[in-house]
């Protein structure tokens, strides 16, 4: 599933990246482009705005909360998704990931986090690196911990 987040979720369109889902995330649109843009690239458009939600024709989710991490759990318990790529794409530009070698990150990350982390990922467009920080692991703790729950009733 690919999504299109209007400009009032840009967390949300970085976390879905991060946690592996393709989501575009474009300069602020006119409703008409930015249905457009989903329609052409077969995108679910996630949305603040509950009358472009409510329109016709159109896949989109009205996302209820302001809370990264309730929108979060929104969309994943809503349509069901499985984290199965996380760290996959850039949270910035989305473009995929590639696993690079702890020795290749050497005095570009910073030197606590080489200490103790021994998985990298970089974009090759940004040339930014990933590694699964705290905030990442609470997250997707939680995201684990919600979606046993909605799946045992
Ligand atoms: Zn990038």
Same mark, same amino acid.
């Given at each position: 599933?690919?999504?299109?987040?209007?400009?009032?979720?840009?967390?949300?369109?970085?976390?879905?990246?991060?946690?592996?889902?393709?989501?575009?995330?474009?300069?602020?649109?006119? /409703? @008409? #482009? %930015?249905?457009?843009?989903?329609?052409? +690239?077969?995108?679910? &458009?996630?949305?603040? /705005? @509950? #009358? %472009?939600?409510?329109?016709?024709?159109? +896949?989109?989710?009205? &996302?209820?909360?302001? /809370?990264? #991490?309730?929108?979060?759990?929104?969309?994943?318990?809503?349509?069901?998704?499985?984290?199965? /790529?996380?760290?996959?794409?850039?949270?910035?530009?989305?473009?995929?990931?590639?696993?690079?070698?702890?020795?290749?990150?050497?005095?570009?990350?910073?030197?606590?986090?080489?200490?103790?982390?021994?998985?990298?990922?970089?974009?090759?467009?940004?040339?930014?690196?990933?590694?699964?920080?705290?905030?990442?692991?609470?997250?997707?703790?939680?995201?684990?911990?919600?979606?046993?729950?909605?799946?045992?009733?």
């Amino acid at each position: 599933m690919r999504f299109c987040a209007d400009h009032m979720l840009g967390s949300l369109a970085r976390w879905l990246r991060f946690l592996g889902f393709d989501t575009a995330y474009p300069e602020v649109l006119s /409703d @008409k #482009e %930015l249905i457009n843009l989903a329609e052409s +690239e077969k995108r679910v &458009i996630l949305t603040r /705005d @509950k #009358e %472009l939600a409510k329109k016709r024709n159109i +896949e989109a989710l009205y &996302i209820e909360s302001t /809370d990264l #991490e309730e929108q979060l759990i929104q969309v994943i318990v809503g349509f069901n998704l499985k984290i199965t /790529d996380a760290f996959s794409r850039c949270s910035i530009c989305n473009s995929i990931l590639v696993p690079v070698k702890k020795a290749l990150v050497k005095g570009k990350v910073p030197e606590k986090v080489y200490a103790w982390q021994n998985e990298y990922w970089e974009c090759q467009k940004c040339q930014k690196y990933y590694w699964q920080g705290t905030h990442f692991q609470g997250i997707k703790a939680k995201l684990e911990e919600l979606k046993g729950k909605t799946s045992a009733t």
